[in-house]
């Protein structure tokens, strides 16, 4: 989730609060029986974030095995984690593109997504030739292509103000057969794409192999893919929340899916997961293995006198909730990093880019910031290993944030 995109859900959420609305209880899964559920024609494609799933021990063994038939003597395994951000996602895209060019670039056995990260990961997953594809995405997209207003509705019980049928469309048009089935072919060597949302009757966060779900190779796995991404970044209040389809083999249900980032703003995998042990079955125990952090939001604090308005403060209350969630999952990353023998490299969003979104989506604004990603991501300088120095209040930022602002300044001065 953005700042800029979440400004209004406090006061909103506030002022809306006695509005009509629809009662799915009769719709939805029972309480007893809703961890059970898996969307109608698939199996065991997706778990709850915050537990490890019973089913898990022989994927894990099955994904060992492939792991080792194309691992490399030597190779260590590697963890992609994308953040959400919003219209800052054109951070982290253009990191990918600096990132490929400056040929360091590995190969992701793991790549997670959340929110505008899961809009990335399929593309960061797939590889090099696929990152023009998601740049000129945010290099382009205006805030009319992509959703569409319906505050009436919104008000008298639709659920939300904006429509996201026209950023529906956009990812249709992306997920072909092909993009499906190149993500299948990549799951049969052994890697993974999880996704995150979060569901909204259960309040946790919930991971989806999508990889998993493209090898069915199907028309409705390509659906099914198509509104995991739309759901983990639909913003709630803001943008329409997912209906899933579900069932628990007896009966069906529907659930209701939004943005990951009301969970969890950023991810690996659960802290019950005993990933040390997996390591040594796989036989990676003792190789450099590696977790990447892009994490494409601000979390240095600002100070900034507040302005009294009811806006203003819901701007800024979203914005302190949203920096000290986003320390405390990069701070959790962190931790089970170190336990379980990863090292780490992080790179955020730096705070010495303060230019302002003219609205919900701005393709100058994002162009901007793709630039200055894709300047950070061809030096490995930009790569932070301590999560300490990314937190210091003052902290400035590493040589390569600070030419790749200056550049972009520069361009801005010229034109």
Not at 346 to 354: C, G, H, L, Q, S
Request: hydrophobic share 40%.
């Amino acid at each position: 989730m953005n700042m800029t995109t979440k400004s209004l859900l406090v006061c909103l959420s506030v002022f809306f609060a006695g509005c009509a609305g629809i009662d799915r209880g009769i719709f939805a899964p029972p309480q007893a029986s809703h961890a059970l559920m898996q969307p109608i024609g698939f199996l065991d494609v997706r778990f709850f974030g915050d537990t490890a799933p019973d089913s898990l021990d022989d994927e894990v063994d099955t994904f060992a095995q492939r792991l080792r038939a194309v691992r490399r003597e030597g190779d260590g395994l590697h963890i992609l984690a994308l953040s959400g951000g919003g219209p800052n996602g054109a951070f982290g895209a253009g990191v990918m593109k600096g990132w490929s060019a400056s040929g360091t670039r590995p190969e992701f056995d793991i790549v997670t997504g959340i929110s505008t990260g899961s809009i990335i990961a399929p593309f960061a997953f797939l590889g090099p030739d696929y990152d023009d594809q998601i740049g000129e995405f945010y290099k382009t997209a205006r805030t009319d292509a992509l959703v569409r207003k319906r505050f009436l509705a919104g008000i008298f019980g639709g659920g939300s103000l904006y429509s996201t049928a026209p950023l529906k469309r956009v990812i249709d048009s992306v997920v072909t057969p092909e993009f499906v089935g190149a993500l299948a072919d990549e799951y049969a060597r052994g890697r993974l794409l999880l996704i995150g949302t979060t569901n909204m009757d259960a309040e946790r966060p919930v991971v989806w192999n999508v990889t998993e779900i493209a090898s069915y190779r199907s028309e409705d796995a390509r659906a099914l893919i198509r509104d995991v991404i739309l759901a983990s970044a639909s913003i709630p209040i803001m943008f329409t929340p997912v209906r899933f389809n579900v069932t628990d083999g007896t009966e069906d249900f529907t659930e209701l899916h939004a943005d990951g980032g009301l969970t969890q703003e950023i991810f690996t995998y659960s802290p019950e997961l005993p990933v040390r042990s997996y390591l040594r079955r796989a036989g990676l125990a003792h190789r450099d293995n590696r977790v990447w952090v892009i994490h494409n939001n601000l979390i240095n604090p600002v100070y900034q006198p507040q302005k009294t308005g009811l806006r203003h403060i819901g701007e800024r209350t979203l914005s302190t909730l949203i920096k000290s969630q986003s320390v405390g999952d990069l701070q959790r990353i962190a931790a089970l990093a170190k336990r379980d023998g990863f090292s780490l490299r992080a790179m955020i969003m730096p705070a010495r880019f303060t230019d302002k979104s003219r609205e919900l989506f701005d393709p100058a604004y994002m162009t901007r910031l793709y630039a200055v990603g894709e300047a950070m991501g061809r030096q490995p300088s930009s790569w932070g290993r301590k999560l300490e120095s990314l937190f210091e209040r003052d902290r400035r930022e590493g040589e390569a944030a600070i030419a790749a602002i200056n550049a972009v300044q520069v361009q801005l001065e010229s034109q």
